[in-house]
């Protein structure tokens, strides 16, 4: 099985900061790598796709990166709507990763 | 626009079937480019992948669950649905009916998901 971690586990952000989250697998997973945002008592949301793809009708503060087993959620002027738990997904062989909960300070 | 809507019981008994329909609207639960996803969320945690289905009727199964889940489609209902038996409390959880795409060189991902359905799991 491919394990998924994140970090930081959570955060405390001011609106405008630019926030950054790591996500890695325990082995190569290319570019098969999903970002999501989940707000409390929501469905999660699709941020990107294939690392780096901005799905449709995402505002574009958010963009990914990375291939292979390290990959970046980067946030570039964090929005008061922005304060959420992200979670990173891969599909090689279908898992979540633990999320990471972005918060205000 | 897609619309996915889960129903079914929002209490079960400790050993019973957990029995949750998924209704598609706005899209065709046939078309290849798409696969059929069931997730859930226990209290608190994170997301977990139960299994999903491809219109082919292939299916994919979380190995932790997979003695326990099924996953079937209904084409002519648009509907997909779970059955995962033998429950226990640890299967208390919001339990989220999506749709993935698929077909890609880029890999699958889920954009549409229903609102999510409490499951308790309690006698």
């Known amino acids: 099985d491919i394990q998924m971690t994140q970090s930081p586990s959570s955060l405390s952000a001011s609106v405008g900061d630019r926030v950054t989250i790591t996500c890695r697998a325990s082995?190569?997973?290319?570019?098969?790598l999903n970002w999501y945002q989940q707000k409390p008592g929501k469905a999660p949301k699709l941020l990107i796709y294939?690392?780096?793809s901005l799905q449709s009708g995402v505002p574009s503060r958010f963009s990914g990166s990375g291939s292979g087993t390290d990959f970046t959620l980067t946030i570039s002027s964090l929005q008061p709507e922005d304060f959420a738990t992200y979670y990173c997904?891969?599909?090689?062989?279908?898992?979540f990763g633990p999320g990471t909960k972005v918060d205000i300070k | 626009q897609v619309q996915l809507q889960e129903s079914g019981p929002g209490l079960v008994k400790p050993s019973q079937t957990l029995s949750l329909t998924c209704t598609v609207s706005?899209?065709?639960?046939?078309?290849?480019?798409?696969?059929w996803s069931w997730i859930r969320q226990p209290p608190g945690k994170g997301l977990e992948w139960i299994g999903y289905?491809?219109?082919?009727?292939?299916?994919y199964y979380n190995p932790s669950l997979k003695s326990r889940v099924t996953i079937s489609v209904d084409t002519s209902k648009n509907q997909f649905s779970l059955k995962l038996s033998s429950v226990t409390a640890a299967d208390t959880a919001v339990y989220y009916c999506?749709?993935?795409?698929?077909?890609?060189?880029?890999?699958?991902?889920?954009?549409?998901w229903g609102q999510g359905t409490l499951v308790t799991v309690s006698s």
């Open positions: 706005g899209g065709s639960i046939s078309s290849g480019d798409y696969y």
């Open positions: 999506a749709r993935g795409v698929t077909g890609t060189t880029l890999g699958e991902w889920v954009d549409y």
């Open positions: 294939a690392a780096s």
């Open positions: 289905i491809y219109y082919s009727g292939s299916t």
């Open positions: 997904q891969q599909s090689y062989s279908t898992s």
């Open positions: 082995q190569s997973i290319s570019s098969y």
